[in-house]
């Protein structure tokens, strides 16, 4: 845990959210500011500062994460009609917290490219 980042202190339980998913690995929490219908951040409980810093050991949180996107695309029904899955990696992708997570948004349609 990282004492100044804000999702190892959600993580931890000091700053509350509304959580989605939990277990081991990963939690999923609805983002307080979406930018689509459905907007949730999915982030593992270990702190890695973005998917830059990922290594082969980091595979089966990996395989978690998207695993957990995907059951929750279905539960909140979107996955259908699609959705997109977004990690921004450092100040000029979009970054803001520098801890890693993964945006599930869907419910509307969205363009490409991106920004």
């Known amino acids: 845990m990282s004492a100044d980042c ?6 931890a339980g000091e700053i509350p959210a509304a959580r989605l998913h939990e277990d ?13 219908p459905t907007h949730i951040l999915l982030m593992p409980r270990r702190h890695i ?7 082969e050991a980091d595979g089966p949180m990996l ?14 029904g979107i996955a259908d009609s699609g959705y997109r899955l977004v990690s921004n990696v ?10 890693l997570h993964i945006h599930l ?11």
């Open 90 to 99: 450092g100040r000029w992708g979009g970054q803001t917290v520098d801890h």
């Open 63 to 76: 395989g978690r994460l998207f695993a957990v996107s995907a059951d929750l695309a279905r539960a909140g």
């Open 105 to 115: 948004m869907g419910g509307r349609a969205f363009d490409w490219p991106p920004g």
């Open 49 to 55: 500062a973005s998917a830059a810093a990922l290594t």
């Open 6 to 11: 804000l999702f190892c202190r959600i993580v």
């Open 24 to 36: 081991d690995l990963v939690i999923a929490i609805r983002d307080i500011a979406p930018r689509a």
